[in-house]
């Protein structure tokens, strides 16, 4: 599965940005579809994820009631909808997909958009 996000860029506190994830490849195989963000020097951090049955999402408490994960299954398309956005909700964002194939676990990350937010 093959990953390409878009939506990234500058917005100030309190602003909204909306990231797409366009997947390709064998996207029948994929059971969660997730956010991550890394800041510099950090380890990668899930932010929001969303199961390809029953749409279940999840979060983390830090994004909760600001962010908004969707998925369009006829486009393979991923979303997060940012919200009241804080200067410390700045890093790059990963689009990630995971699932099954042949048989073998696999986890695909996308090439990653900056987002900064302004005080």
């Known amino acids: 599965v093959q990953l390409v996000e878009s939506g990234g860029g500058l917005v100030q506190t309190g602003g909204s940005l909306r990231l797409s994830c366009a997947a390709s490849?064998?996207?029948?195989?994929?059971?969660?579809m997730g956010w991550s963000r890394q800041y510099p020097g950090k380890e990668r951090e899930l932010v929001a994820s969303?199961?390809?049955?029953?749409?279940?999402?999840d979060y983390v408490d830090s994004v909760k009631g600001r962010f908004t994960i969707s998925r369009d299954n006829a486009k393979n398309t991923l979303y997060l909808q940012m919200n009241s956005l804080k200067p410390e909700d700045t890093a790059v964002y990963y689009c990630?997909?995971?699932?099954?194939?042949?048989?073998?676990?696999?986890?695909?990350w996308g090439q990653g958009t900056q987002v900064t937010v302004s005080s």
């Open positions: 969303i199961r390809s049955t029953g749409g279940t999402t």
């Open positions: 490849g064998s996207t029948f195989s994929i059971n969660v």
């Open positions: 990630t997909a995971d699932g099954y194939y042949l048989g073998s676990h696999y986890r695909s």
